[in-house]
C-alpha cells in the first residue's frame, strides 16, 4: 500500500501527472499510454496514481478540462473588450475558437484518432454532465447580456448554449463529412449559427 502524502506532496504530484500526461498522450495517445508510463513520468508507483485518479481515462479527462479551462479565459478575455456584437464579430469568435482548439495538440488527436469514443466509454456519466453544466455555466452570463442589449435573439440561454456548443462537436465527424469538404462545412456552420442566433438589425461591419 502507498505511504500517505503530505498535502503539498499531494498537489505536487498531482500537477505532475497532469504535465507529464499531456505529454504521453499527445505523444502516443491514449491506448498506447498505460498507468507504467504515466507513473515513472511522474516518478511514483503505480498503486499512488490511484489515490489521485481512478482511471487513465480520468486523468485525460482532466487534462482534457485544464485545457479548455485555459482556452475559455482567453475567450473570455477577448469577448470583454467587445464593446458590442454584431454577426461579423459573432462569427469571427466562432472561427477564432475553432482555429484554438484545432492548434490544440491534444484536443486534435481527440477529434481526428477518435480518442474521444474510448474515452466517453470508461468514464462516469455523473463526469460528462458535469463538464456540460461547467460549459453551459460559462456561456449563460454572455448569452444573457447579449440578449439584454439586444444583440441576441430571444431564447432559453441552454438552449442557445447548447446551439454553439454543437460547433465544437462538429470536429468530431471530419471524417465522415470529408477531409475535402469539412472546412467549407465548418464554415457553412458557422455563418448559420451566427444568422440564426444574432438579430438582424444590428450593425454587421
Same mark, same amino acid.
Given at each position: ?10 498537489? #505536487? ?5 497532469? +504535465?507529464?500526461?499531456?505529454?504521453? %498522450? ?9 498507468? !507504467?508510463?504515466? +507513473?515513472? !513520468? ?25 485545457? =479548455? ?59 460528462? =454532465? ?18 439584454? +442589449? ?17 460547433? %465544437? ?12 469538404? %469539412? ?15 444574432? #438579430?438582424?438589425?444590428?450593425?454587421? #461591419?
Amino acid at each position: 500500500m502507498p505511504r500517505p502524502f503530505r498535502e503539498d506532496e499531494k498537489n #505536487r504530484i498531482r500537477s505532475r501527472l497532469l +504535465t507529464e500526461g499531456k505529454e504521453l %498522450f499527445v505523444r502516443f495517445g491514449l491506448k498506447k499510454t498505460g498507468i !507504467a508510463e504515466l +507513473t515513472k !513520468a511522474a516518478g511514483i508507483s503505480q498503486g499512488a496514481f490511484y489515490l489521485f485518479f481512478d482511471s487513465k481515462e480520468e486523468l485525460y479527462f482532466a487534462i482534457l478540462e485544464q485545457e =479548455e479551462q485555459s482556452i475559455r479565459e482567453r475567450f473570455l478575455e477577448w469577448l470583454s473588450e467587445e464593446e458590442s456584437m454584431n454577426r461579423s464579430r459573432f462569427r469571427e469568435f466562432l472561427r477564432r475558437a475553432m482555429q484554438v482548439l484545432e492548434d490544440n495538440p491534444l484536443l486534435r488527436r481527440l477529434w481526428l484518432e477518435r480518442e474521444i469514443d474510448d474515452l466517453l466509454s470508461s468514464l462516469p456519466s455523473s463526469l460528462m =454532465e458535469q463538464h456540460t453544466a461547467s460549459d453551459t455555466a460559462v456561456l449563460e452570463p454572455l448569452i444573457k447580456h447579449w440578449q439584454d +442589449t439586444g444583440y441576441m435573439i430571444q431564447d432559453s440561454p441552454e438552449v442557445i448554449a447548447g446551439v454553439i456548443r454543437t460547433l %465544437f462537436l462538429l470536429p468530431l465527424h471530419y471524417r465522415e463529412i470529408g477531409e475535402n469538404l %469539412f472546412p467549407a462545412v465548418l464554415e457553412k456552420y458557422i455563418d448559420f449559427i451566427a444568422s440564426g442566433l444574432i #438579430r438582424e438589425n444590428c450593425p454587421d #461591419r
